[in-house]
């Protein structure tokens, strides 16, 4: 499973980027995923809504319903 999300993430990733901003994959423990968001991504206050409301849904729809996101400082 941790190669599954790598991979989404690394889908993903091109979309922040198109605005500007980035993420790091700081950690996965089991089906916590931890990420650092950055540029753009890093101070916009929207930056909770992009991890929950995108990169986990995508990730809980595509990979594992159980996987829960978390941002990292």
Known sequence: MEEKI???LEELRVHLQA???DMELVK???K???LKLKGACGCCPHATMTLKDGIERILKE???AGI?????A
């Open 32 to 34: 916590k995923v931890f």
């Open 68 to 72: 829960l996101v978390e941002r990292s």
């Open 62 to 64: 595509q990979v594992d």
């Open 28 to 30: 996965i423990e089991g």
């Open 19 to 21: 605005d500007g901003g």
């Open 6 to 8: 790598k991979q989404k």
